[in-house]
């Protein structure tokens, strides 16, 4: 029976890193930042130094023996955007406005040997209501704005918790 099993298990294919991008922002959700703020951190750079380490995998420079089952890894973030909660409106009526941390991601499998697409995939991940109203609610949310609420570290939790989730999906796929 285990000599059956070995028979018709499939041998997995070796995955290389292909390229990972970073799609810039525009004006609009930049603007959750608090970007005049000397403070304020650049996402962009923090989120692409992030993927470096998390799809740790060798470049597909580095193929040798390319076989028909060899895979390639393209990486992007398409959207991303820190958190805010503003008040707009005239005295005396006043609407809330605002838009929680989120992160989309997409990747494609390709086969090295065609460059044909084996599989693609995305995941958009989001700040829970609970975290976005209790962090939106603090003394610095409401009152002093002498930092974003949001930080580098904040949304390298969130981009942590969207790779994962890819990173989940593509190992079923395989």
Same mark, same amino acid.
């Given at each position: 029976?285990?000599?059956?099993?070995?028979?018709?298990?499939?041998?997995?294919?070796?995955?290389?890193?292909? &390229?990972? $991008?970073?799609?810039?922002?525009?004006?609009? /959700?930049?603007?959750?930042?608090? %970007?005049?703020? *000397? &403070? *304020?951190?650049?996402?962009?750079?923090?989120?692409?130094?992030?993927?470096?380490?998390?799809?740790?995998?060798? +470049?597909?420079? /580095?193929?040798?023996?390319? /076989?028909?089952?060899?895979?390639?890894? !393209?990486?992007?973030?398409? %959207?991303?955007? %820190? %958190?805010?909660?503003?008040?707009?409106?005239? +005295?005396?009526? &006043?609407?809330?406005? $605002?838009?929680?941390?989120?992160?989309?991601?997409? &990747?494609?499998?390709?086969?090295?040997?065609? !460059?044909?697409? $084996?599989?693609?995939?995305?995941?958009?991940?989001?700040?829970?209501?609970?975290?976005?109203?209790?962090?939106? #609610? /603090?003394?610095?949310?409401?009152?002093?704005?002498?930092?974003?609420?949001?930080?580098?570290?904040?949304?390298?939790?969130?981009?942590?918790?969207?790779?994962?989730?890819?990173?989940?999906? #593509?190992?079923?796929?395989?």
């Amino acid at each position: 029976m285990l000599f059956v099993r070995k028979f018709f298990k499939k041998e997995k294919p070796r995955v290389y890193l292909d &390229s990972i $991008f970073v799609v810039p922002r525009g004006e609009l /959700t930049s603007s959750d930042e608090w %970007g005049f703020l *000397a &403070s *304020a951190e650049s996402f962009e750079e923090s989120i692409r130094a992030e993927l470096g380490e998390i799809f740790n995998l060798p +470049h597909i420079s /580095t193929a040798s023996e390319v /076989t028909r089952r060899d895979l390639g890894l !393209q990486v992007a973030v398409v %959207g991303y955007r %820190g %958190g805010e909660l503003v008040d707009a409106g005239l +005295h005396p009526i &006043s609407v809330p406005i $605002f838009w929680k941390p989120k992160i989309e991601i997409h &990747s494609r499998l390709f086969y090295l040997d065609s !460059q044909k697409t $084996f599989k693609k995939y995305n995941v958009v991940e989001r700040f829970s209501w609970s975290d976005f109203v209790g962090r939106s #609610m /603090t003394l610095n949310g409401l009152f002093f704005r002498y930092k974003p609420l949001y930080n580098n570290k904040d949304m390298e939790h969130l981009l942590l918790k969207a790779c994962l989730r890819l990173v989940e999906k #593509m190992k079923s796929s395989l």
